[in-house]
């Protein structure tokens, strides 16, 4: 038994797993519709090794769900950015979101990320529509705010990676 589905499977599901089945890439996906594009910020704020954001990246970009931007020749560094299909991906980002707030907390926890729906100035609930207005909700539409709480875990982890002097790999190999 393998642990790959058949290529000529028609289970959207199944190929869908196959490029986003495992934690790594899900989190590396959360960054970088947080913003995180550079190789030490996606490891500071995942966890994973260099070795594993490095094949995680290689795999997200060779399913093209990313690509990579120089952001320096000398020594050349690479940004990675979400290409349209790795966009495409961000419903499923807000799907976790939501179950996540729902199944994984409290309720006295409170949300790690709240947002502001720009075409309506409300906040749009869970999605994947806007309860206040009934638009989708698109990415570039909405406004997020960390909570407290969840900026200063991330500011945390960054600055703990930085203090540990993390083993730095680009990833741009």
Same mark, same amino acid.
């Given at each position: 038994?393998?642990?790959?589905?058949?290529?000529?499977?028609?289970?959207?599901?199944?190929?869908?797993?196959?490029?986003?089945?495992?934690?790594?890439?899900?989190?590396? #996906?959360?960054? #970088?519709?947080?913003?995180?594009?550079?190789?030490?910020?996606?490891?500071?704020?995942?966890?994973?090794?260099?070795?594993? #954001?490095? !094949?995680?990246? /290689? =795999? #997200?970009?060779?399913?093209?769900?990313?690509? =990579? $931007?120089?952001?320096?020749? $000398? @020594?050349? =560094?690479? *940004?990675?950015?979400?290409?349209?299909?790795?966009? !495409?991906?961000? @419903?499923?980002?807000?799907?976790?979101? !939501?179950?996540?707030?729902?199944?994984? /907390?409290?309720?006295?926890?409170?949300?790690?990320?709240?947002?502001?729906? /720009?075409?309506?100035?409300?906040?749009?609930?869970?999605?994947?529509?806007?309860?206040?207005?009934?638009? @989708?909700? $698109?990415?570039?539409?909405?406004?997020?705010?960390?909570?407290?709480?969840?900026? !200063? *875990? =991330?500011?945390?982890?960054?600055?703990?990676? /930085?203090?540990?002097?993390?083993? $730095?790999?680009?990833?741009?190999?």
């Amino acid at each position: 038994m393998t642990d790959t589905v058949d290529d000529h499977t028609a289970c959207p599901v199944a190929r869908s797993q196959e490029i986003v089945g495992d934690r790594w890439t899900i989190v590396i #996906l959360r960054e #970088l519709f947080m913003g995180s594009h550079r190789f030490e910020e996606i490891q500071a704020q995942t966890g994973a090794t260099p070795q594993m #954001l490095a !094949a995680r990246l /290689k =795999r #997200l970009e060779a399913d093209q769900m990313i690509e =990579r $931007r120089p952001y320096s020749q $000398r @020594p050349l =560094r690479n *940004e990675y950015h979400l290409t349209e299909k790795g966009q !495409a991906f961000y @419903p499923v980002i807000l799907a976790l979101r !939501a179950w996540g707030e729902h199944w994984c /907390k409290s309720p006295e926890e409170g949300p790690a990320v709240t947002y502001i729906h /720009k075409l309506c100035g409300k906040d749009p609930g869970f999605g994947p529509v806007c309860e206040a207005c009934g638009e @989708p909700m $698109r990415r570039e539409e909405l406004q997020p705010q960390m909570s407290a709480e969840y900026a !200063a *875990e =991330r500011e945390r982890r960054h600055r703990l990676f /930085k203090e540990q002097g993390a083993t $730095r790999q680009t990833g741009d190999g």
